[in-house]
């Protein structure tokens, strides 16, 4: 089945390279004028009989995924990036049923946010419309290619997808069952770009907008990938560049919840942008809280790297550096502070947080208003865990990635962030005095 | 009273603007700091006292004007621009009462646009914060001094505010009562910045962004301002670069709403961006609706350019080239065009409009769903004058201008388009399984 997908290699001229991203993104701009009016049952359609189509094809794919694992292993790729690229029939179920998942939740798109009814009659609506064309860069991941394409789809948007070279032939079948979705539903192709290149001159292409023709850029991958991104694009950026996640046990602090919570926050999955990377303890409950929660932590076979008061604790807590509160760990290791009340906390938090997600622990209602109120990050919490950070948590159908800048999307980016919105103003002859 | 404002005037090496610049912006993240967690009572109390200190100071700003008109007559400047620049006591009462008006206003900031309760028990709020600086690049106007420095406070956020260099010596007065209302409310002097130097290097350094120090750019002037700043910012930009605004008379208009409304948003005021710029006439009522309406615009003074048919109704209408569906005439001059049905006039729309407003005419539920379903300008309308297009008509209580962008704010930017959000997670010691 491979063959039959006409694969560019790259090796071409830069400026092909150039002209043939150019093509794409008018192709896709194109596709995305017929998708911001299509029925929601075309979507809908489109990604039932993809997700059908991934079920039927799961032989396809699990062979085009060994020839990409063993390219990778030949290349040296690590075992976590192996894990990140390996499918197996259970991966590709669990694909196949994210896409079901997509089309049964609600149609974004259309949705009225706001009303206005002026004294003159005039009844204004502020409507919820596509953003227009994605453009997703991504790493190992091939399932990316099916959660990323069918969020776009779901929204009205057009997606220009750049998988990672690890992934390509893999990803290659994955993206040929949702054309073959979207032809079935009579959508266009185009709705659905493949990148259907290695050369990473594709990516830089994307990054200065395709003229005009990506309205913003998702990165999903390691910081080097979104650091990257965030520096070159000449768009719009959903993205975080990392989740230097902090816990604050405040003064009021249940020790019982603090440990529960902390032990969840950083150890569930050490490796997910929720995970939590420094705690930190009110000194006024340091003699009670933090040896618990440190030999807690250590028992549970983190690393524990801590300020001066926190080493005194055990003898297995290491000196935490300057840079260690700056540090994402995505690992299980964590550092350790005691701070001077609640505003210390903060401050601490404005110093080296990373704005992703930040969490009080505490039964004082007022500390936690305070906190939630002031800490700026684009998720912050009260006594839950911060590894509760992503959209399907939230009740958002799904999520394309968290975001931490301040325009537009922040925390879980789902459906209702890839649409925009325009006023639809509705008169019966009304014109303006003066 | 002038001379109290210490003023740079431009002249050192540009490394030290670059400095001077960078260092503005650092204290303008500190004082959105400051201002994010301040009570409402204080930025309105900094509102109301500044309005009474602009009608105190109402000899010192017209006695500043007048320096700043005689140097603009003396410079050549147009009549135009000399309007622009020129203030009277009733411009400045005006002013007043707009931060008055601002005060006024419901506070954005802490409004809870969306909850989401979750079966595990965890509340999520969404809740408006915030976005923290934003740069306001402008032109002879000196009143956007305080309409935008009022607009951003309220909001939250601190404003660099670089006015025009005609209006120079004006805006540091308007400025200074701004400051003066900060300090009375205890609010910090910078949370209004105004740039205090003419040296046009001064708005290259904003739209780099003063190293992540300034969070959104808003120019408001002429289309050469728009262009640069849309051109060189490195920062997101709230903008429009033109409004060529289309009527689309339908094939199922009535006559007279057509009438009023042309002639309302075509001549009520020209030179506003909301005023219409092409008129597009099905051709299933061209026989019954082109003529009047031609012959009304032209005894109402409007210049009118039309395609063949319509150049047949009046010897008066000149010949409407290519260029002109491209537009944006800002002066009374119509270009009118027959089409073919709706599907044609959307087509129009896609290839010369602008995504600021457009408007259709009709009785025809149907046809009015299908246009403002379709035609994904910011704003559409359906018999209503495009002039409406405002954020206070729009009931938004001010506006800081008019956005075309897809992304964060679009149509009239209010309060509410100039905060950012964030979700807050209310738990009782949830843990996040598996």
């Known amino acids: 089945m491979v063959d039959k997908f006409r694969v560019i290699e790259g090796g071409g001229e830069k400026r092909d390279m150039a002209q043939t991203m150019l093509e794409l993104g008018r192709e896709a701009r194109r596709a995305s004028r017929e998708l911001a009016i299509a029925p929601r049952q075309r979507k809908n359609t ?12 799961v032989a396809d794919i699990l062979a085009a995924n060994a020839r990409d694992m063993e390219a990778a292993r030949t290349a040296g790729a690590s075992k976590a990036n192996l894990d990140r690229l390996m499918l197996n029939e259970a991966r590709v179920e669990s694909m196949a049923r994210g896409l079901e998942d997509i089309a049964a939740l609600p149609d974004p798109v259309g949705r009225v946010s706001a009303t ?35 969020l776009c789809l779901k929204a009205g948007n057009a997606a220009i997808l750049r998988g990672g070279s690890d992934s390509f032939h893999t990803s290659a079948i ?27 001159a594709a990516v830089g292409e994307m990054l200065k907008g395709l003229d005009g023709n990506i309205d913003v850029i998702v990165p999903r991958g390691g910081k080097s990938l979104v650091a990257r991104v965030q520096e070159e694009a000449r768009v719009p950026v959903f993205a975080h560049l990392e989740g230097i ?67 005194q604790v055990d003898s297995r807590v290491k000196e935490a550096t300057e840079q260690d509160w700056r540090t994402e760990y995505l690992d299980a290791i964590i550092s350790v502070k005691v701070v ?13 947080g990373s704005n992703h997600t930040d969490c009080i622990i505490t039964e004082n209602a007022r500390a936690a208003e305070i906190f939630l109120a002031q800490v700026g990050s684009a998720i912050v919490m009260h006594n839950a865990s911060t590894q ?5 948590e939230f009740g958002f159908g799904g999520e394309i990635g968290i975001a931490t800048g301040r325009m537009h999307a922040r925390g879980p980016v789902g459906l209702e962030q890839l ?16």
């Not at 489109?46 to 094809?57: H, I, K, N, Q, W």
């Not at 979207?182 to 290149?197: E, M, N, S, Y």
């Not at 950083?266 to 997910?272: A, D, I, S, W």
Request: net charge neutral; with cysteine.
């Open 388 to 392: 509760f950070a992503d959209g399907g």
């Open 340 to 352: 001077n009340g609640l505003q210390e906390a903060m401050d601490h938090i404005a110093t080296y």
């Open 46 to 57: 489109a990604l039932v009989v993809a997700a059908g189509l991934l079920r039927t094809s």
């Open 419 to 434: 649409c925009s919105f325009n006023y639809r103003v509705h008169g019966n002859g009304q014109t303006r005095p003066g």
């Open 116 to 150: 206005f009814d002026r004294p003159n009659g005039l009844k204004i609506e502020r409507v919820a419309t596509p953003l227009g064309v994605i453009g997703v860069i991504y790493e190992s991941r091939p399932n990316v290619t099916a959660d990323a394409g069918a």
């Open 245 to 311: 996640v902090h816990i604050f046990v405040d003064a009021a602090a249940d020790l019982e919840k603090a440990k529960t919570i902390v032990l969840n926050a950083k150890m569930r999955r050490t490796g997910v942008c929720g995970a939590a990377e420094t705690l930190l303890v009110d000194q006024a409950v340091a003699k009670t809280h933090l040896a618990p929660l440190v030999t807690m932590l250590l028992e549970a076979g983190c690393d524990v790297r801590g300020d001066a008061q926190t080493q």
């Open 174 to 200: 994955i993206h040929a069952c949702l054309v073959e979705g979207l032809r079935t539903a009579g959508l266009p192709d185009h709705a659905i770009i493949r990148v259907p290149t290695r050369d990473r």
